[in-house]
């Protein structure tokens, strides 16, 4: 069975600062790995997405996320944090075969500040 | 492009009794999977549908079931509810198949309290 783990409840970073929200997972096969954001009282909004290829990958709203297969991780990344972007950020995996049935880590809160 | 429809948004219920939620996923996507979310397990999988029938399914006892329809909007059902399925219900629909898969878009959920 497929698992995600997000090591930190809360990150917290100033506007204009590098930020990073840690992802490692485990998987049998190949993993298909996704970044997924949730605002308050709302759904969640895809991000971004590893399926094979350039171990950077880039999405939404200028977010970047690096896989590293010796590690098994998958940091979501962003080079300057706006206010904007504070929400909750879920990791998540597909197992190969899995369809759209995809397991979803703890959640990171990502707060940015003035 | 209207986006993922779930009704109703906010629902109470008292033990025991049932309820029936419903998804209308975005044109053109035949893929429907449900998810719970609750403070203390997170986000978890519930079941996929796709053309009317199920194709993957959670951990998650028969209480808990669901259907798609032709027009691929979809509906699940809690029946005898317990107080431990108060919890946001979410609905994603997708593409299946190819460098899709996976990418979800979800609805804004059905917040069901269980008294």
């Known amino acids: 069975a497929q698992s995600v783990a997000q090591p930190e409840d809360q990150v917290n970073v100033a506007e204009g600062n590098p930020l990073t929200v840690k992802c490692t997972y485990s998987v049998s096969g190949n993993p298909y790995l996704f970044w997924y954001v949730q605002y308050p009282n709302r759904g969640l909004q895809f991000l971004l997405k590893y399926i094979t290829g350039d171990n950077l990958v880039k999405g939404s709203y200028g977010f970047e996320a690096e896989f590293n297969k010796s590690q098994t991780s998958f940091h979501l990344k962003k080079p300057s944090a706006l206010v904007s972007d504070s929400a909750l950020y879920f990791c998540?995996?597909?197992?190969?075969?899995?369809?759209?049935?995809?397991?979803f880590g703890t959640g990171t809160q990502l707060k940015v500040e003035l | 492009k209207a986006g993922v429809t779930q009704t109703p948004r906010y629902l109470i219920k008292t033990r025991g009794q049932q309820v029936t939620l419903s998804c209308s996923p975005i044109s053109g996507h035949r893929s429907v999977s449900w998810y719970q979310q609750t403070p203390g397990q997170g986000l978890q999988f519930l079941f996929e549908?796709?053309?009317?029938?199920?194709?993957n399914k959670g951990n998650f006892p028969g209480r808990f079931s669901g259907r798609q329809f032709s027009n691929s909007r979809s509906e699940m059902n809690v029946s005898t509810l317990e107080l431990g399925d108060s919890a946001l219900y979410l609905c994603a629909s997708s593409r299946r198949g190819g460098p899709d898969t996976g990418e979800l878009f979800f609805g804004e959920g059905s917040r069901l309290t269980v008294l």
């Open positions: 549908y796709f053309s009317e029938t199920q194709r």
């Open positions: 998540a995996v597909r197992a190969t075969g899995g369809g759209n049935k995809l397991t």
